[in-house]
């Protein structure tokens, strides 16, 4: 058992792709699967609980593995009640249970051919890893109800839950949920996302939405803690900051991303402004871009390219083929030619650049389109800001 453990453990990032895909597919809380910041955390939780498994295996092979009380995995946990969610979801855990025992029963296998002792070890090992799930469940679920306790006292857990209501579109009076909320839903709302990709830089979400209610223009806002890594914040505003307004605020904030929705008018536009911010939030995760300022108004067509991957890179492939590789400085020249509505002046004027250079990058990249820029606009520019954002590291 020592033996397999030390093989695997070196492999765990691969092994922690295969149990969080699986896990993914057989949870009953898709909210978890379309909220990047939870299911960064989600992930987080399979790699430490299988590394505290095999590390307690070589150390002590089949003796009981005591649960895992990692500080990363219990706000996780935390921000799970914070949802209305908890841990206790069953078809994740036992999906991760599976793909983690098929790679041990493989590893044990390849270690020996002698039956007696294959049988003997594959005996203990799945006694411990279905007692180690069990035990940790058991763990998480009284951590969790300790938690749901102490946030049921709290005047968080109310405002969260009428936010959450409103999102859905639950009937709630305004009434109601205006005093709940200690927000007034009349007028216009621009919705924010702040988020970090890592708990150690927590300390700078409050700062970034400070930045982000300025930049509105705005002296006030609702802020509702969404997990430990992320705010969710509503701006009573009708205008959503340029990216470039932002970016230097936020640049001395190292890690805080922020994810804008399109201003929304009242009960409706609250619940709008709120999706259009997690869907903005959503593409850069399956882009992986790290960009720190997006605009759902900005990437609005990407968003529909990019909700199914693979027909996102057949659309770029098949509408810019060999240009799909062109260099920063030709991509920029057509994506500025379309937008100065195709006049070589104008481009070559703001990209500070004499005519004759734009109009030979111009011949060049319909060289490489499969049909010229005039004649397929639209997919061109469309497929580039594709590759911007996905290229944007």
Known sequence: MRGVAERILPTTEELVDEVFSASQLRTQYQFVVEDPVLAAGDRRMHKTYLIHWL????????????????????????????????TSDLGSWRAGQRISWKRWTDECFAATSDHELLRETLKVSGYSIITFVDDSMAAL???????????????????HATAQLLIEGAPISRARAEA???YALTGTHVAAIVWVDSTERSEVLEAAAEHVMRACGASRRLTLVASTNALW????????????MLQPKLKAL??????????????EGFRRTHLDAA??????????????????????????????MAQGEQFVTDTLGEFATADTVLRETALTYVQERFNATSTAERLFTHRNTIERRLARVDRLLP??????????????????LRDDR
């Open 371 to 388: 049909k010229p820029l005039v004649d397929n606009a639209t997919s061109v520019v469309a497929a580039l800001m594709y590759l911007q």
């Open 55 to 86: 590390t307690a295996t070589i150390q002590n092979p089949g003796r009981r593995v005591p649960p895992c009380e990692d500080p990363e995995t219990l706000n996780f946990a935390r921000d799970l009640v914070r949802r209305g969610l908890d």
């Open 254 to 267: 190292s890690g805080v991303r922020v994810a804008l929705g399109r201003p929304g008018r009242d009960i």
């Open 180 to 182: 709940r909320l200690g």
């Open 233 to 244: 914040l509503w701006i009573p505003t009708d205008q959503v900051p340029p990216t470039s």
């Open 141 to 159: 679920a009284e951590y969790v109800e300790a938690e749901r306790t102490d946030l049921a006292r709290s005047a968080h857990a109310e405002r």
């Open 279 to 308: 869907t903005a939030q959503r593409v850069l995760a399956r882009l992986g871009s790290a960009r720190q300022v997006v605009r759902y108004e900005d990437i609005q067509l990407i968003a529909a390219l990019s909700a199914d």
